[in-house]
């Protein structure tokens, strides 16, 4: 099926993916009394006495932010603010399928961090959670953290997490299905930027092993001439043996592969290369950085993908939307490390031992239980460190 061609018409045909609906009734003067002037008036006065009370009469309880500057929209680059649109009406409309929640999107038209980050926390107020998408590395680090400790509500960067989330989870269950030593594992990551670096520090987090992350330059180690300063940080903590060299160098022996870089980059040859029944999960798109059958063929035991029509897709619809409906739902702070780890152990508990496979380790966007499993381990998370508001 040509997708770019039916989703021409189809956008041209919507005008849009969203759209806003009344909830209160506006069909009498009496109805226009309670919902407008006079009676807004009163909570209106309620929640000027007491902030927290604008999840009890706003939207403000289940509603998101979906905010971009353009910069790094899916495989396309930076395209602007005005072309990032339809995927963040796209991620909008993915937030009120799976989990019920509405959300908004903006599209900001600066590349200024600062900018950015004054433009968000001015906004914040009318929100419950924050979803920062597809800003550009190494920018979104600086505008992420500065929101999380600047805002009252969580903020999370999905391109960072949200893979990061989803990749973990697959990997719990590769590990369990392949039965390789967990806290062993030769782990090398391809994309040295927001996505492949966010991965490392979850993967890190939850002692799978060794990592090593490579750029398009080569691999990441201390003083490398070649990385800027949060891959040094990195460097800091990964690549224990200080490994040198080119991608292809990396791979020998290596366990997991992990590619969020470029289409193609990875051979027959690089995969035949590393440790037996490897684990390879190749996310560029829609081509990813080696085709799934020319890995199984050269040596993966499994093998996953950013695509729907493979198995294993790594997708980010697996997390997001169960993250936030847990945040929103016990007015959580921030999204914590510890929340992000709870999401993908959920996210592979959904998968039963007797459901596990090869072409298995991640369940379907569509599975019933994904979005609340994700929720709840966020709500009993926020919970146990007291970040929960309710």
């Known amino acids: 099926m040509d997708y770019s061609k039916q989703a021409l018409e189809q956008h041209k045909?919507?005008?849009?993916?969203?759209?806003?609906?009344?909830?209160?009734?506006?069909?009498?003067?009496?109805?226009?009394?309670?919902?407008?002037?006079?009676?807004?008036?009163?909570?209106?006065l309620e929640i000027s006495e007491n902030e927290d009370l604008s999840y009890d009469y706003t939207l403000k309880s289940n509603l998101v932010a979906v905010i971009t500057?353009?910069?790094?929209?899916?495989g396309l680059g930076d395209i602007g603010p005005s072309a990032a649109m339809p995927v963040m009406e796209g991620k909008c409309a993915l937030f009120k399928r799976f989990a019920g929640i509405d959300a908004i999107p903006l599209c900001i038209?600066?590349?200024?961090?600062?900018?950015?980050?004054?433009?968000?926390?001015?906004?914040?107020?009318?929100?419950?959670g924050i979803n920062l998408e597809d800003i550009s590395a190494p920018r979104c680090f600086e505008i992420e953290q500065t929101l999380i400790e600047?805002?009252?509500?969580?903020?999370?960067?999905?391109?960072?997490?949200?893979?990061?989330?989803?990749?973990?989870?697959a990997l719990l269950n590769a590990v369990r299905y392949t039965k390789k030593p967990m806290g062993e594992l030769n782990i090398v990551i391809s994309g040295a930027g927001a996505a492949g670096i966010s991965i490392a520090k979850l993967l890190l987090q939850m002692k799978f092993g060794n990592i090593i992350l490579c750029s398009s330059k080569g691999t990441v180690y201390d003083g490398a001439p070649y990385i800027n300063?949060?891959?040094?940080?990195?460097?800091?903590?990964?690549?224990?043996?200080?490994?040198?060299?080119?991608?292809?160098?990396?791979?020998?022996?290596?366990?997991?592969?992990?590619?969020?870089?470029?289409?193609?980059?990875?051979?027959?040859q690089m995969v035949s290369k590393m440790a037996k029944d490897s684990i390879i999960f190749a996310l560029a798109n829609p081509t990813p950085e080696i085709m799934p059958e020319d890995a199984k063929a050269s040596g993966a035991a499994v093998v996953g993908t950013g695509r729907s029509d493979f198995p294993n897709q790594i997708n980010n619809i697996l997390a997001f939307p169960g993250i936030f409906k847990g945040a929103l739902a016990c007015r959580a702070r921030k999204i914590t490390?510890?929340?992000?780890?709870?999401?993908?152990?959920?996210?592979?508990?959904?998968?039963?031992?007797?459901?596990?496979?090869?072409?298995?380790?991640?369940?379907?966007?569509?599975?019933?239980?994904?979005?609340?499993?994700?929720?709840?381990?966020v709500i009993e998370e926020a919970k146990k460190n007291g970040l929960n508001r309710i």
């Open 69 to 74: 500057d353009g910069t790094a929209v899916l």
């Open 337 to 377: 490390n510890g929340m992000k780890e709870a999401a993908a152990r959920a996210i592979a508990l959904s998968i039963t031992d007797e459901e596990l496979s090869a072409d298995y380790v991640l369940p379907d966007p569509f599975h019933p239980g994904v979005v609340d499993n994700v929720a709840n381990a």
């Open 150 to 169: 600047e805002c009252d509500i969580p903020v999370f960067h999905d391109d960072q997490h949200g893979t990061a989330i989803v990749t973990a989870a």
């Open 13 to 44: 045909k919507w005008k849009g993916k969203i759209e806003v609906t009344l909830k209160a009734p506006i069909d009498s003067k009496e109805d226009l009394s309670v919902a407008y002037t006079p009676g807004v008036a009163a909570p209106c």
């Open 109 to 128: 038209d600066s590349k200024d961090p600062k900018v950015i980050i004054e433009t968000v926390k001015n906004i914040s107020k009318s929100f419950g």
């Open 229 to 268: 300063e949060e891959q040094q940080r990195m460097a800091e903590i990964t690549n224990s043996r200080q490994i040198k060299g080119s991608l292809a160098d990396a791979l020998v022996g290596a366990d997991v592969l992990i590619g969020v870089s470029k289409p193609g980059i990875v051979s027959t």
